[in-house]
């Protein structure tokens, strides 16, 4: 078997040899678990813990307790630490930073950015312990505050260099666990907290950096597998956030539906392509601020797109997920926006009618593919209640399609019995 095309290894039963190398391994990676948990229960969180928890990572990525560890060791001396005023109960909002150096991964970025951006303002400020309280102190002569003013932004520089070379570090850190397990949860989420550190601890254009750093990543791994569906809403947080005010970003909502189509040009079965595709279409429409005959010129060019890939693959099922997205948006909902809302019910008719002569097409050369006849079968009953709702009578038969996909796919037969009792009460 395989997946995505990658094909699985063949698995040997061990030799002797291999037994005790492997119960050897089984030891020491015990051992090494047995010293980090004992250093992290006396909370000793000193470099040693952190090297400690290097080599069990590499080991074993999957162990989330270990990278929780880690953070603690981090926020607990590598990373520079917030000044005594900027505590919650002392400081006032303009000077704390604490509303913004929680690490749990839950925590929402984008609902504080406003907060994010004053507490990096007063960044300087609040680590010189000039600021506390909300306002100044006298420290004596005007000459000795100038020396202290200097001292102070010369630490708070020093400070946030030093953070940038411990993140970026970290997230070096990972790279080559991602290469090795690109779907492992926790190191993504590793990723996504030091990240957010970068947010909360680092000028805004020093932040970007890291975060554009992130982009280009996230864009090798789709390169290296192009429907890793981790990297695919990865990447979705990581523009997100690149969008959100906390980065000063803007839209990148052109750049990304650009992307879909470069690697839907890849691989056409890339069904995380379409589905990213999907979600970015009305928001794409709405800041080009198109109107009705640009939504209708976009629907059409869409069918068009998807209706090529189709004679190429019918037999792909991400395809027909995106054409069944696109039939959704030429019938409507009442109560969701779509495409071109401004269609009347005889222009959905029609559509969905040319949809279905195109599909029929494809039995000319394609006659036993199950997912064929389905989207007959659907988009005949989709066209029965719209021609229905225009008052005209369709001359589509459900029902020939209905024959057809009971004997290509009879382990439904229960879902195919029910259509078949639908279509009889339609009838009636």
Not at 215 to 239: E, I, P, Q
Not at 303 to 310: D, N, P, S, V, Y
Not at 312 to 340: C, F, K, N, R
Request: net charge negative; with cysteine; glycine share 6%.
């Amino acid at each position: 078997m395989a997946s995505h095309g990658i094909p699985r290894t063949t698995r040997t039963a061990p030799t002797e040899e291999r037994r005790v190398q492997d119960l050897d391994r089984i030891a020491k990676y015990r051992e090494l678990e047995d010293s980090i948990r004992a250093k992290a229960s006396a909370n000793n969180y000193d470099p040693t813990l952190f090297q400690l928890t290097s080599k069990l990572l590499r080991l074993n990525p999957e162990y989330y307790t270990i990278w929780n560890v880690r953070r603690r060791c981090l926020i607990s001396g590598l990373l520079s630490a917030p000044s005594d005023g900027s505590s919650p109960s002392k400081a006032s909002p303009s000077s704390s930073r604490s509303g913004t150096t929680n690490p749990s991964l839950d925590s929402s970025l984008l609902s504080s950015s406003d907060a994010t951006q004053q507490d990096r303002d007063s960044q300087t400020a609040g680590k010189s312990g000039i600021i506390a309280d909300g306002g100044p102190k006298e420290t004596g002569s005007a000459g000795g505050r100038q020396q202290e003013d200097t001292t102070s932004s010369k630490t708070a520089h020093d400070d946030v260099e030093s953070d940038v070379n411990v993140l970026q570090s970290e997230l070096a850190f990972t790279i080559p666990l991602l290469l090795e397990f690109p779907k492992c949860y926790w190191i993504w989420k590793y990723r996504r907290w030091l990240l957010e550190q970068a947010i909360v601890r680092l000028p805004s254009a020093a932040a970007r950096k890291i975060w554009e750093a992130e982009l280009a990543l996230a864009s090798k791994m789709l390169t290296k597998d192009r429907r890793n569906f981790h990297a695919w809403g990865y990447r979705r947080y990581v523009v997100a956030t690149l969008e959100s005010p906390s980065l000063g970003g803007t839209s990148m909502v052109e750049d990304e539906f650009a992307y879909t189509t470069k690697m839907i040009g890849v691989d056409l079965s890339n069904f995380s392509a379409w589905h990213n595709r999907s979600q970015l279409i009305l928001r794409l429409l709405e800041e080009r601020r198109a109107d009705d005959v640009a939504r209708k010129a976009f629907l059409e060019q869409e069918l068009g797109i998807i209706g090529e890939a189709l004679n190429v693959g019918p037999e792909d099922q991400s395809l027909w997920y995106y054409h069944q997205y696109m039939i959704s948006q030429v019938v409507g909902h009442p109560s969701m926006p779509t495409i071109a809302p401004a269609l009347t019910a005889t222009e959905r008719a029609t559509y969905v009618r040319k949809e279905i002569d195109n599909i029929k097409d494809l039995l000319e050369d394609y006659q036993d593919i199950k997912l064929i006849y389905e989207a007959l079968l659907e988009y005949s009953l989709v066209l029965r209640s719209l021609e229905e709702q225009g008052r005209n009578e369709s001359d589509e038969n459900p029902h020939q399609w209905l024959a057809e996909v009971r004997k290509l796919d009879p382990m439904r037969a229960g879902r195919w019995d029910d259509i078949e009792k639908q279509l009889g009460s339609d009838h009636q």
